[in-house]
Structures are given as C-alpha cells and as structure tokens.
C-alpha cells in the first residue's frame, strides 16, 4: 500500500496549553524531528493556578523527549480559560509567528474542541493563516465529534517517544487520557482506520495544494 506524500519545510503547532500539543500529535512531531523545521507555540502557561506551578518545566522536558531543541518551542503567558477576551493578542501573536516561521503547514485544535480556549486558537488560526493549509488535532478530553479524515502513519517508535514526552507531565499523570494504554489504543485506532499499525489523526481545517505528476 502507498502513502500519500505530503510536505512541508517549515511546520507550526500551536495549542492552547502545556500538553496540548504533545497529546494531539506527539508522535507526528517525533517522527518529523530532522525531517522539516519544526516550531511549537503554547499560548498559556497555566501559572495563574497553584498547583500547576511545576507545568512550565514540565512542558519544556516534554519538548525535549520529542526531540526538539530549545529554540524550537516557545510558551506563551496567556491566561487560561480568558482566551475570549484576548483574542486580538492572540491574533495578533499568531500574525508574528506567521511573519517569522513563513509555515506550509500550520497544526491547531480540531474545529471540533469544546474548550474554550482551543476554540479561540483554531478560530483566531484561521484569519491569521488564510492560504496556508491548517490541520485541526484531538485533544481526547475536550473534543466531541471528532472524526480524523486525515490520517499519518507513524511508526511504534515515534510513538513510544510521545507516551515518554507526555509521562514528563508528572503534574498530570493521574488523568485518564494520560494513560500509555489509552494513548496507544488511540493511535491503533486511527491506525486501522489508515489500514497501518498506527497513526495520527487531523481533521482538515483547509488544505492548499497543487497537483504534481
């Protein structure tokens, strides 16, 4: 069975929250690490609650067992559950990653994310890269109809790197949708909807492409 090839040189993910991004496609970023210029955006850092004082260390040692270096991830100060009423910061953060990164692929919450926050970012995304493909990734807990129409294969190591990046999480390692066997079902699943032993899914948010023979 072949593959549909895609590319890109330059690659954003942005997520509201620390593990956000990790849980969506964790694995794709693994598996794209020396592939392509890879650059992380977490709007908020969550430091406005006690006691998750301890996620901006987390989030950076989580990074890092994807195998991305310093100046390839960045954590915003956004406040959580306020994106609402910043969405023209956000907007306008998202404009300056735009202008410095110049993205073919931009990776944000699935359209289909209940939280109010993801919402703001995949709204806010979409004005901000109008004419550039934008692929929408699941957060298990905060989604409801979700459904991947686009699907990468990845492969078990890739994913055993995600479930390693995400156990950095300590803060959050007694959450169900943090379990390694949930994670993995996750990814078979998606993997049998692609006929492949595992994979990441998207929902297409817009697709900009040319046809080449």
Request: net charge negative.
């Given at each position: 069975?072949?593959?549909?090839?895609?590319?890109?040189?330059?690659?954003?993910?942005?997520?509201?929250?620390?593990?956000?991004?990790?849980?969506?496609?964790?694995?794709?970023?693994?598996?794209?690490?020396?592939?392509?210029?890879?650059?992380?955006?977490?709007?908020?850092?969550?430091?406005?609650?006690?006691?998750?004082?301890?996620?901006?260390?987390?989030?950076?040692?989580?990074?890092?067992?994807?195998?991305?270096?310093?100046?390839?991830?960045?954590?915003?100060?956004?406040?959580?559950?306020?994106?609402?009423?910043?969405r023209q910061e956000i907007l306008e953060k998202m404009i300056a990653l735009r202008k410095?990164?110049?993205?073919?692929?931009?990776?944000?919450?699935?359209?289909?994310?209940?939280?109010?926050?993801?919402?703001?970012?995949?709204?806010?995304?979409?004005?901000?890269?109008?004419?550039?493909?934008?692929?929408?990734?699941?957060?298990?807990?905060?989604?409801?109809?979700?459904?991947?129409?686009?699907?990468?294969e990845v492969s078990e190591e890739d994913l055993n790197t995600k479930i390693a990046a995400?156990?950095?999480?300590?803060?959050?390692?007694?959450?169900?949708?943090?379990?390694?066997?949930?994670?993995?079902?996750?990814?078979?699943?998606?993997?049998?909807?692609?006929?492949?032993?595992?994979?990441?899914?998207?929902?297409?948010?817009?697709?900009?492409?040319?046809?080449?023979?």
């Amino acid at each position: 069975m072949n593959n549909m090839t895609f590319y890109g040189k330059s690659l954003l993910f942005m997520g509201a929250h620390p593990d956000d991004i990790e849980l969506g496609c964790g694995a794709f970023i693994a598996g794209m690490v020396g592939k392509a210029d890879i650059f992380c955006y977490t709007f908020s850092d969550n430091q406005k609650n006690p006691d998750l004082l301890n996620l901006v260390t987390e989030h950076a040692n989580s990074m890092r067992a994807l195998g991305l270096k310093e100046n390839q991830f960045e954590l915003g100060t956004f406040e959580t559950r306020r994106f609402p009423d910043a969405r023209q910061e956000i907007l306008e953060k998202m404009i300056a990653l735009r202008k410095k990164y110049q993205p073919k692929i931009v990776f944000v919450h699935t359209a289909q994310d209940l939280h109010q926050d993801h919402q703001i970012v995949t709204q806010e995304a979409m004005r901000a890269f109008r004419g550039t493909t934008v692929l929408g990734f699941d957060v298990l807990r905060s989604s409801y109809g979700f459904f991947p129409h686009f699907l990468t294969e990845v492969s078990e190591e890739d994913l055993n790197t995600k479930i390693a990046a995400l156990a950095e999480y300590k803060t959050y390692q007694g959450r169900y949708y943090f379990s390694p066997e949930i994670i993995r079902a996750t990814a078979i699943r998606h993997g049998a909807l692609a006929e492949r032993p595992f994979a990441e899914g998207f929902d297409i948010i817009r697709i900009v492409a040319n046809f080449s023979e």
